[in-house]
Nanobody, 111 residues
Framework: EVQLVESGGGSVQAGGSLKLSCVAS????????MAWFRQAPGKEREWLSN???????IYADAVKGRFTIYRDNAKNTLYLQMNSLKWEDTAVYYC?????WGQGTQVTISS
């Protein structure tokens, strides 16, 4: 059974930082493409970043230069380092690994 367990969400002031983690089990983590999404209240789920199997990454314009996606294959963990957070980054954040979704973690930014 595939499981993705997210953590690291919370409340932080604008300009602050958070690091999200997504621990995977039940799949061959090192062979997976990975991504982060978010969904704000009343809005559709929004793609943020992809991390490909070859290590290349791409970002949505909304987070480029502020967010960094990376992985630790030894720990079966995907990360999203989020810096210079803005009020509009408030959302539930989801990881996606090999087409499987995490449960989501709430990020709240106060101005």
């Amino acid at each position: 059974e595939v499981q993705l367990v997210e953590s690291g969400g919370g409340s932080v002031q604008a300009g602050g930082s958070l690091k999200l983690s997504c621990v995977a089990s039940g799949l061959i983590f090192s062979r997976c493409g990975m991504a982060w999404f978010r969904q704000a209240p009343g809005k559709e789920r929004e793609w943020l970043s992809n991390l490909n199997r070859d290590g290349t990454s791409i970002y949505a314009d909304a987070v480029k230069g502020r967010f960094t996606i990376y992985r630790d294959n030894a720990k079966n963990t995907l990360y999203l380092q989020m810096n210079s957070l803005k009020w509009e980054d408030t959302a539930v954040y989801y990881c996606k690994v090999c087409l499987n979704w995490g449960q989501g973690t709430q990020v709240t930014i106060s101005s």
